[in-house]
T-cell receptor, first 114, second 113 residues
């Protein structure tokens, strides 16, 4: 079974621009979560989508948004980029049933804001 | 306030010996606990999990122990191998599938040959 894929793997943007990151979950998984990893803050939850609906949201400003499509693929968007948005953005998917708390991560997108 | 804490930022162990990584949590509502391993420039890889109704779960060289009264869990790796060198994250969730994972800040394990 193919794992979680994320595109692009690396991205360099300028302050003030916007960016869209993409995530394809494991086949059959309907829940997709996004996390931001920075050296100082560790892994922090951004939001989770399930069946095209945002089910949970972390404590991030409104510049961070996301969506999920009917095929469970998800995108996250960051508008008006700031230097502090430089981070590794990770997507994770989880399935249904008793082990649905187990999340499987993609390789991440490394975003650098200059 | 950190709900999941990994108080040791790093750990060095000789190849073949036991590695013990520790994690403490403060939220008594956590029901599920997970360990992930992460190499640089890669996403975390799921290792093993445990639910709050158990106190031990084994998978090959990896065993997770949960002490609910102490709000403490640990990951034992026996025997440790050089390929185990990575950052290990402890994570917790309040209940199955509906709440986000809360992560500790990680412990860097170095297994010395």
């Amino acid at each position: 079974k193919a794992g979680v894929t994320q595109t692009p793997r690396y991205l360099i943007k300028t302050r003030g621009q916007q960016v869209t990151l993409s995530c394809s979950p494991i086949s059959g998984h309907r829940s997709v979560s996004w996390y931001q990893q920075t050296p100082g803050q560790g892994l922090q939850f951004l939001f989770e989508y399930f069946s095209e609906t945002q089910r949970n949201k972390g404590n991030f400003p409104g510049r961070f948004s996301g969506r999920q499509f009917s095929n469970s693929r998800s995108e996250m968007n960051v508008s008006t980029l700031e230097l502090g948005d430089s981070a590794l953005y990770l997507c994770a998917s989880s399935g249904r049933g008793g082990r649905s708390y187990e999340q499987y991560f993609g390789p991440g997108t490394r975003l650098t804001v200059t | 306030d950190q709900q999941v804490k990994q108080n040791s930022p790093s750990l060095s162990v000789q190849e073949g010996r036991i590695s013990i990584l520790n994690c403490d949590y403060t939220n008594s509502m956590f029901d599920y606990f997970l360990w992930y391993k992460k190499y640089p420039a890669e996403g975390p890889t799921f290792l093993i999990s445990i639910s709050s109704i158990k106190d031990k779960n084994e998978d090959g060289r990896f065993t997770v122990f949960l002490n609910k009264s102490a709000k403490h869990l640990s990951l034992h790796i026996v025997p440790s191998q050089p390929g185990d060198s990575a950052v290990y994250f402890c994570a917790a969730s309040e209940y199955s599938g509906n709440t986000p994972l809360v992560f500790g800040k990680g412990t860097r394990l170095s297994v010395i040959a």
